[in-house]
Every structure is written in C-alpha cells, then in structure tokens.
C-alpha cells in the first residue's frame, strides 16, 4: 500500500535560515512525487514534482527538492527562508495520472522574524 | 496556473440537512474532479474521483449514499452531504485534473470548511 510520512507537525525557523521538510514513502510501483503548499484559506499549489530522470527538481519560489530512493525520501529545501513562505506543506505520493495521489499529514512552518 | 473555485468557502448547518459544495474549474476542461476531506492536523484522505458523464468512485469506506457526487459538466463537480451529522464537520477540498500534452496535474480548490451543528 502506498503512503507517505511527513514525521515533523511543526517546524520553526528564522527568516533567511535554511529549511529542510522531511517526507518518506512508501511506494510498490516507480513513485512519482509531489510537493504542495497550502496557505490559510488558500487551495494547494504544486511547488514541485518528480517523474523520472535527474533526482534534484527545482520548483516554484526558489525550492528543490531530491529524490533519494535508497532511503525512500523527497525532502523539500530551501535555502533561505522568507516570512511568506509561512504555510502547511504537504508531501505527497501518486500515479502520473494523479488518480490515487496519498498526502502526508503535513508540516506546518513558521517563521520567526 | 489554472484555477479551481469551491463555493461555499465556509457553511454552518443544522444536524439532519444537506449540504451541496461546488467545484469550478474556471479556465479548463477537467474530464476528472477529486473529493477530498481534512481532519485537523490530518492529511488529505481521497473520498472520490468524479468522471464527467459518469458514476464517481468511491473510495473504500466512504458511504456514496451520504456523500453524492455529480459531475455534470467538464468544469462542475457537486458534492452534497445528505443528512449531515456532527461528525461529518470538516474540510472538504476538491482538485480538477488539467491533462496536457506534457503534463498532468491536479489543481485543488481553496477548501470548503463544513459546520454541523
């Protein structure tokens, strides 16, 4: 069965720091990988996917992420944090179809000043 | 990007009423619409896939009699909660799937948050 673990509820950190969410998968089949960002009363927006190929993608707002199958990981980085960048995040695990994506529980961000 | 609209954003009722939820896609054709719903703290948990034209899919455990999906145009989805109970309060949120020549994406809609009293 596919899932996908985001094991921090709540990360902090100072505007300008670097950040890195974590997200483990669980996948039977070549997993293809999705980063959201959901600000209040906002909908999802896709900051990033990957498919195949080079297993560093760089998305929207200046984030990447890799691909490291070996540990079954598509952590989210970025190097420098803006107080915008403050939002839940989510980690999520799918078909290229999207039919049957799996969400982790998310990663709420805040950022100190 | 393209842009999916819910409305109501936010609805109050009263235990034992229905609630109907749109799901617009405002700028695209989606042959497919996705239900989902959000506990607090919680993730997405995929109720349904809508098809244009068809029966929506249900995923396993989610009651279709209680949740009724249409999907009657390439840019509408209606969810309704029939009979609606305290414990069907939550956030309910839809995506529509944009399929390209060279992509394939889910665009979600800003969540619609349901109150039962």
């Known amino acids: 069965a596919q899932s996908v673990t985001q094991p921090d509820i709540h990360i902090t950190v100072s505007e300008g720091a670097s950040l890195e969410l974590r997200c483990n998968y669980s996948y039977g089949a070549t997993p293809y990988l999705f980063w959201y960002v959901q600000s209040p009363g906002q909908g999802l927006q896709l900051l990033l996917k990957?498919?195949?190929?080079?297993?560093l993608v760089q998305g929207i707002k200046g984030f990447e992420a890799e691909f490291k199958r070996s540990q079954s990981s598509f952590n989210l980085r970025k190097p420098s944090v803006h107080w915008s960048d403050a939002a839940e995040y989510f980690c999520a695990v799918g078909p290229y179809n999207n039919n049957d994506m799996r969400f982790g529980a998310g990663t709420r961000l805040t950022v100190k000043p | 990007g393209a842009v999916v609209s819910q409305h109501p954003s936010r609805v109050i009722c009263k235990s034992g009423t229905s609630v109907k939820i749109e799901c617009r896609s405002l700028?695209?054709?989606?042959?497919?619409m996705f239900w989902y719903r959000q506990f607090p703290k919680q993730s997405l948990m995929l109720m349904a896939t809508s098809n244009e034209g068809s029966k929506a899919t249900y995923e396993q455990g989610v009651e279709k009699d209680k949740f009724l999906i249409n999907h009657a145009s390439l840019t509408l989805s209606t969810l309704t909660v029939t009979s609606a109970h305290p414990e069907d309060s939550s956030f309910y949120i839809c995506?529509?799937?944009?399929?390209?020549?060279?992509?394939?994406?889910?665009?979600f809609g800003p969540g619609t948050r349901l109150t039962v009293l």
């Open positions: 995506s529509a799937r944009f399929s390209g020549r060279y992509t394939d994406t889910q665009y």
């Open positions: 990957y498919f195949s190929g080079d297993t």
């Open positions: 700028d695209f054709q989606a042959t497919t």
